[in-house]
């Protein structure tokens, strides 16, 4: 019963996911920046079904992961100085820019720090839990740094047109605010959703959370 449940909400979110993604591919703001963008996501589904079954994500980290593959997609399919519900927050609340970026960014460590935090443990590759919020958080802000790599080497090869993919909206100091929302969303999920991801591995992976 309880398997069975488990393989009806991952194929929810698997079709969530999906759909989600044939909307934001049909008459995308810039084609170029969907790809740049969302090639993460299709990179992340094709891979959680190849491993499927073998390993098994917990439901709490599917749950975030289709939350952050989402995010992608609707800053791919506006640019993420675009979206229209953070244009209209910028004009309700008289900010400088549109900050749908931060709430990626932020995302970009909150998600893989609990990814990271799951094969981590069940892997055995640490023996001593007091070490792991570090690492998590190291991984994570390894993960932004790279990211921003990606995005510099896009911004030498495109000039000009790595402008919506960037999306710095004359700040200079983007990247490093980038980086450090990751390393926020990172500290954050090691602080408030430790114990969540416990119990939800304990569905996954019975005696080994809490250890």
Same mark, same amino acid.
Do not use: K, N
């Given at each position: 019963m309880r398997s069975t449940r488990r393989l009806t909400c991952d194929l929810?979110? !698997?079709?969530?996911?999906?759909? +989600?993604?044939t909307w934001?591919?049909?008459g995308p703001?810039?084609?170029? @920046?969907w790809w740049m963008e969302v090639i993460p996501a299709l990179i992340g589904? +094709?891979?959680?079904?190849?491993?499927?079954?073998? /390993? #098994?994500? &917990?439901?709490?980290?599917?749950?975030?992961? $289709? !939350?952050?593959m989402i995010i992608l997609m609707v800053g791919g399919h506006y640019s993420y100085a675009r979206v229209p519900l953070f244009d209209y927050c910028k004009d309700w609340f008289g900010w400088t820019r549109n900050h749908f970026d931060r709430v990626g960014h932020f995302a970009q460590g909150? +998600?893989?720090?609990?990814? $990271?935090?799951?094969?981590?443990? #069940?892997?055995?590759?640490? $023996? #001593?839990?007091g070490w792991l919020p570090f690492l998590v958080v190291c991984i994570c802000l390894a993960i932004s740094a790279s990211y921003e790599f990606l995005e510099w080497g896009a911004a030498l090869w495109l000039g000009q047109g790595a402008?919506?993919?960037?999306? @710095? %909206?004359?700040?200079?100091?983007? @990247?490093? @605010?980038?980086?450090?929302l990751a390393m926020i969303?990172?500290?954050? $999920?090691?602080?408030? /959703? &430790?114990?969540? %991801?416990?119990?939800s591995l304990r569905q996954v992976a019975p005696g080994l959370a809490g250890k």
């Open positions: 929810a979110l !698997l079709a969530l996911v999906l759909i +989600v993604l934001s591919a049909i703001f810039d084609r170029a @920046t589904i +094709v891979t959680l079904v190849a491993l499927y079954p073998r /390993f #098994r994500f &917990s439901e709490l980290v599917c749950v975030f992961l $289709a !939350l952050h909150f +998600v893989p720090a609990l990814i $990271a935090r799951e094969v981590l443990l #069940r892997q055995g590759v640490i $023996a #001593r839990r402008d919506e993919f960037l999306g @710095t %909206q004359g700040d200079v100091w983007d @990247t490093q @605010t980038d980086m450090f969303g990172a500290v954050c $999920a090691m602080l408030f /959703f &430790s114990r969540w %991801q416990d119990h």
